[in-house]
């Protein structure tokens, strides 16, 4: 971190931050996941509560009421574990993680607003979000879910919020960004940060991305009184978070939801060999119909070649979308939503802005260009990341890789060698019928005989 140039802080901030604001935008429905949850507890002896449903959590009337208005009917698999642990007496801290999408911010805004004393006129709960795009997003989760619980009021420190001097707060929910809620803290004293009593940090891995977030979020958690409950979110789970954590979260109940083990055998492979980027323009032109029976997305190496492609595409008069890296947040959510809403079947992109967004229903992916990095080796890991959207699930999905040279060849062979996994050549004529049959198989479901 240290060497670390502000720039690149920023840059990797600015992507975290805009990943986790675009699956926000664009995300209308709670992640599926049949996965296991694991639970580290801070006191053994104590039993491990469980709940299947909202009832049972002997939530407040109207609180109940605004779960139900959001159109939830039972608890998310995080849910589940976390909400009777953090609603329990006396209060216990917690460490979550799960992947994004899984409903972590519900469950720590039904937890922020159940341990609200409307009667008193101060601030009680606050969450400390990476951004003023995330904290608004929670903001708004906060509102919907305590709709019908007007006495509890919500105030946002952030940037452009500017108060009076001498503003002693009334609302009870405090939702803002590190900076903006240390100073109403320590210099402007508009928060008694002694009478908090429920401390979230969201997007702890979005958050780490920079240094001074760090430790202004530390310098927060030390105002606060030691029987505070802490909780701290995050999507991933490496040292740093971890590391992080441990300094703000003392004692913590600690719960992980496994990742869906990555694997490619639900995932049918093949390459192609054409000898230049036309000739792979070419190939992809006579697929065309048979990968748009449901929906792809391509990927290319540069903005410039993306661009290229989805003009000359759209010249041959199909219709694609761009996703590209020049565009605004706001922008590329209105692409990918258009995209998860089946307007355009083809999403041509680069690694860039894909990553780390979910678009589930995709079920072919075509590497136009391999994956490689900076030094010109082998990208395994952006490699399994692309075709990993296909086959989300235990869906079967395809994947299509063009080599256009020996350099390219070599990429391909080293990908296989890393994953021990033999990647099939197909002749164009071939691949259309392969890419039609996957797809008949794919959309029609037949029984299988096999
Ligand atoms: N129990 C539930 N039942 C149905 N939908 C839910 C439930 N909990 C959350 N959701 C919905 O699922 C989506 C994702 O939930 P949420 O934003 O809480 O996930 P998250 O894990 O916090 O994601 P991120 O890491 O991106 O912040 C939201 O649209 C939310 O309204």
């Not at 801070?42 to 109207?62: A, W």
């Not at 009421?65 to 006396?90: D, H």
């Not at 994004?100 to 341990?115: D, P, Q, Y």
């Not at 709960?125 to 019908?148: N, W």
Request: charged fraction near 25%.
């Amino acid at each position: 971190m240290a060497s670390d140039s502000w720039a690149q802080a920023l840059t990797r901030l600015y992507d975290k931050a805009a990943q986790s604001l675009l699956n926000k935008l664009i995300r209308s429905n709670l992640v599926n996941t049949t996965n296991q949850v694991e639970v580290l507890q801070r006191d053994p002896t104590s039993p491990l509560y469980s709940v299947k449903s909202f009832e049972e959590l002997r939530l407040k009337p109207q609180l109940l009421q605004g779960v139900y208005a959001m159109g939830f009917n039972r608890p998310s698999k995080i849910q589940e574990t976390a909400l009777p642990m953090m609603l329990a007496e006396p209060p216990q801290n917690l460490i979550a993680q799960s992947q994004s999408g899984t409903g972590k911010t519900a469950a720590f805004v039904l937890a922020m607003l159940s341990h609200v004393d409307p009667e008193n006129k101060w601030p009680q709960c606050m969450c400390v979000s990476p951004t003023y795009e995330l904290a608004l997003q929670t903001g708004k989760v906060i509102e919907q879910m305590g709709k019908f619980y007007p006495e509890v009021q919500l105030v946002y420190a952030i940037r452009g919020n500017k108060l009076e001097r001498g503003t002693k707060l009334q609302e009870q929910i405090v939702i803002g960004t590190p900076g903006t809620v240390l100073d109403w803290c320590q210099k402007l004293k508009f928060i008694d940060p002694r009478k908090i009593k429920v401390f979230v940090l969201d997007e702890a891995d979005v958050m780490i991305a920079t240094q001074g977030h760090q430790d202004q979020s530390i310098r927060i958690q030390r105002m606060l009184p030691k029987t505070c409950q802490m909780l701290l979110f995050s999507a991933t789970f490496e040292d740093t978070v971890w590391n992080f954590a441990k300094r703000i979260v003392p004692d913590p109940n600690i719960i992980k939801l496994k990742r869906e083990e990555e694997t490619l055998d639900t995932i049918k492979q093949y390459y192609v060999i054409c000898n230049s980027k036309e000739e792979k323009f070419q190939a992809l032109c006579n697929i065309y119909g048979a990968i748009t029976i449901a929906q792809a997305m391509i990927f290319c190496h540069t903005r410039k070649t993306a661009g290229w492609l989805a003009g000359e595409l759209s010249r041959e008069g199909h219709q694609v979308a761009l996703l590209s890296g020049e565009m605004q947040v706001e922008q590329r959510a209105a692409v990918i939503e258009r995209f998860r809403d089946g307007k355009e079947k083809v999403l041509v992109t680069t690694n860039v802005c894909a990553r780390g967004i979910d678009v589930e229903q995709v079920s072919v992916v075509i590497n136009f260009d391999l994956p490689v990095d900076k030094d010109g080796n082998p990208d395994n890991e952006t490699y399994l990341h692309r075709i990993g959207r296909t086959g989300r699930f235990g869906k079967r999905g395809l994947a299509i890789n063009m080599v256009d040279s020996r350099f390219s060849m070599n990429i391909l062979d080293r990908i296989q060698e890393h994953f021990s996994k033999f990647i099939k050549t197909k002749q164009m004529n071939n691949m259309r019928c392969e890419t039609r049959a996957h797809f008949f198989s794919v959309c029609f479901h037949p029984p299988s005989f096999t």
